[in-house]
């Protein structure tokens, strides 16, 4: 099985910040990884795929970057929208996923 | 426009049996194999299984083989999660999805509650 582990798990930022959250596989899975943002009471939804691709209609100042084992997901510069629980995965072999990160309101 | 639409929210008791159901629309129920995921109250997504519509191949996650069964019923772009006896630990919000490698389409998710 893959472990996936995000850093951190909380986070407290305000708005205008920029974000960057840490997704580490336990072995190389290329470029084979999601982000996913949940909002309480909501689905999940993905913002980037193969580690950097932005999925549509999700704004730019979503980025995403790494292959091997290290990746980040940045948010330029945090909007209110944003304050929610991010996810990464990996589709290398099977899926798994981090354990999630909440970016709260400082 | 891709649209998963679940069955509604249950509330069973332990042992009881439960099938529930994702219908989907707005492309080839075919094309893509269709994934279900397990959120755990207050904690993070947990990948169950895959099967693919056409001829209903499915994997299963590990932790969830021998716990629930895929199956599809491609004449109504249904695909359905079912256990047959639910317990406790099963409580949880389930979500299907389309499987693009990654989970591209999320469905608005079931909530299932197993009390006595």
């Known amino acids: 099985d893959i472990q996936m582990t995000q850093s951190p798990s909380t986070l407290s930022a305000s708005v205008g910040d920029r974000v960057t959250i840490t997704c580490r596989a336990s072995q190389s899975i290329s470029s084979w990884l999601a982000w996913y943002q949940q909002k309480p009471g909501r689905a999940p939804k993905v913002l980037i795929y193969?580690?950097?691709s932005l999925e549509s209609g999700v704004p730019s100042r979503f980025s995403g970057s790494g292959s091997g084992t290290e990746f980040t997901l940045t948010i330029s510069s945090l909007q209110p929208d944003d304050f929610a629980t991010y996810y990464c995965?990996?589709?290398?072999?099977?899926?798994?996923f981090g354990q999630g990160t909440k970016v709260e309101i400082k | 426009e891709v649209q998963l639409v679940q069955s509604g929210a249950e509330v069973k008791k332990p042992g009881e049996s439960l099938k529930m159901s994702c219908k989907v629309s707005?492309?080839?129920?075919?094309?893509?194999?269709i994934g279900w995921v397990r959120q755990m109250p207050g904690k993070g997504l947990e990948w169950m299984g895959i099967?693919?519509?056409?001829?209903?191949?499915?994997r299963y996650s590990p932790s969830f083989q021998g716990q629930v069964t895929l199956s599809v019923d491609k004449s109504i772009s249904t695909a359905y999660l079912q256990w047959s006896s639910l317990k406790a630990s099963d409580t949880a919000m389930y979500y299907c999805?389309?499987?693009?490698?990654?989970?591209?389409?999320w469905s608005q998710g079931t909530l299932v509650t197993v009390s006595s």
């Open positions: 999805v389309t499987v693009n490698g990654y989970f591209n389409y």
């Open positions: 707005g492309y080839n129920f075919g094309n893509y194999w």
């Open positions: 193969k580690a950097s």
């Open positions: 995965q990996q589709y290398h072999s099977l899926w798994s």
């Open positions: 099967i693919y519509p056409r001829d209903s191949d499915s």
